[in-house]
């Protein structure tokens, strides 16, 4: 099965600085790639997601990448606002219904 | 709309005791995914339904545990003589079907198991 490996663990960020976190899978069949973000005691939220036939997709301050060759994907958030801690989650799978989920990164923007 | 709903959001169960967690999806949401989460790390896969029927149980850690969903809606998840390692929060999401649909997680069931 999918073995979804998350970098690193614990962030803490300056406000205003970029945030990156990276994540590597192992099965090459899976080709859709969420990014979930779970603030504390609630729900894990979909924050932006990307297919296996783009290598970079954008929305305002959040970008991910992807690189099949590699195996790996990165969230990256720039401009940080305290807003932004929270947990982030990575995710792979070979379609929307079955995903592996990373172990989360705890990211704190210091203001 | 009403999202995802869960009940109950905490349950205390002995060793050995049967639970069920329930889950309401939102309405039109023909997909339904059970989910546990333990301390520390991100959800883990355990079935998907489309449907009443359960399309992927491969998630499921051993027969203890079983899910059902009769009329296409809401979703029962049923566990057998409970063990403290079953002690996790259970999440359930809902999407509409066919690929490119965002799964919307409910609030979770914290299952404690002394």
């Known amino acids: 099965g999918e073995n979804v490996e998350q970098h690193p663990s614990t962030l803490s960020v300056q406000e205003g600085d970029s945030a990156v976190i990276k994540c590597t899978y192992s099965d090459s069949a899976s080709n859709y790639f969420p990014w979930y973000k779970q603030e504390l005691g609630k729900r894990p939220q979909l924050i932006i997601d990307?297919?296996?036939?783009?290598g970079e997709k954008k929305d305002q301050r959040i970008a991910v990448t992807l690189n099949k060759t590699a195996k790996h994907f990165s969230l990256h958030i720039t401009e940080t606002q305290p807003e932004d801690s929270a947990v982030y989650f990575c995710a792979a799978g070979p379609n929307d219904y079955k995903l592996s989920f990373g172990a989360g990164t705890t990211v704190t923007v210091r203001a | 709309g009403a999202g995802v709903s869960q009940t109950p959001s905490n349950k205390v169960t002995e060793k050995g005791k049967y639970v069920e967690l329930r889950c309401d999806p939102i309405s039109g949401h023909t997909a339904l995914y059970w989910y546990r989460q333990s301390l520390g790390q991100g959800p883990e896969f355990l079935i998907y339904?489309?449907?009443?029927?359960?399309?992927?149980d491969s998630g499921l850690p051993n027969d203890r545990f079983f899910a059902v969903r009769p009329e296409g809606s809401v979703s029962t998840l049923k566990i057998q003589r409970t063990e403290r390692g079953d002690s996790a929060v259970y999440l359930c999401?809902?999407?509409?079907?066919?690929?490119?649909?965002?799964?919307?997680f409910g609030p979770g069931t914290r299952l404690t198991v002394t």
């Open positions: 990307i297919r296996s036939n783009v």
């Open positions: 339904f489309q449907g009443t029927g359960a399309a992927d």
């Open positions: 999401a809902s999407s509409r079907g066919g690929q490119g649909h965002e799964q919307y």
